[in-house]
């Protein structure tokens, strides 16, 4: 072989193996950017699907009513009283949760019954107030009927009236497919027991009530906390047939204001009074400050019953103060009243 050829060779054999080390470079940097985009990729996934907890909830004192504010932790007779945060926490985790998979809000609505009277459930019982209630205490009196999925002529239970859910697929059939936020699994509902409020709602503050501890609390979210903004107490329904009830536990819609909500007389149609800054959320039951008997006519601002022992109807009494900043704060379809235990 002359020298000329084998020169020849020789370039040729440098050539390829550079060309050859070039593109395994190439390669493996192309590798190493496609893993990193996937491992961004999947990041980025499983931060928007996270799931919150109650150590995801963060609270921040910022109070913005500041009468009759009480402690973490306060003395009642010979007890201990507190606002339970943790669980407060655990209900907050759910509802942004329910915010965060998107998709259409509603409401569960019957009012007085305003929209018929739900039908008698099989296995039915009567409560201490003689009325129908399915298995889980519900009342059928103003409550919506949900049906099984796989048979829409087979109701399962009662929904609460003001009770949130979520609305799967088209509202505007006779028969609408719902998820509960208030309650578990997925049910049919007939239309008219629904008030459909889109897809627009972002809750951001809370009422939260406290039935054990006899105390309220308002948070508003704020970025990445909630921001307390007052701290009171409260008095609710008490167990007393045949008319005056418990305050039900729940994640409930504030529905309207009444600044006036006029109350009858037990057993009659007499109105006896009212109660002001009143913020509806489930069945007659509302926010509002310390009740008004006619003929009495100006606002009590304070009475000494608050925060001791359930007492009321249903409703959730306050300061007069109190009643009129929740009022005030509490907007319908941003609002949501959680009932706790």
Known sequence: MNRKYSNTVFFLIIMLFQIGCDLSIRNDDSSVMSGMADEDSTDHIAEERKTLTEDDIFLQKAFQYDQYLLDDEYPYKDTVRYFQWEKI????AQLENAVAKGGNWGVLSNYKNQNKEAPTIEGFVRNDYGRVSDQYDVERYQSAPLYSIG???KLIRYGRDGWLVKILGSDTTEMVRIAGVSLEGEYLLPKRYLISWGDSVRFDKVVVVDVTNQNITTLEKNSDEWHI???????TGVHKPPHAQETPTGIFAVQDKKEKMCYVRDGTSVIAGYAPYASRFTNGAYVHGVPVQYPHKKIIEYSSSLGTTPRSHMCVRNASSHAKFVYDW???K???IIVID
């Not at 926490?89 to 907050?92: A, L, Q, R, T």
């Not at 903004?229 to 008095?235: E, H, R, V, W």
């Open 229 to 235: 903004l007052s701290m009171n107490p409260a008095t």
């Open 89 to 92: 926490k655990v209900e907050i």
């Open 334 to 336: 941003q609002s949501v």
């Open 330 to 332: 509490a907007a319908v």
């Open 151 to 153: 048979d829409e002529t």
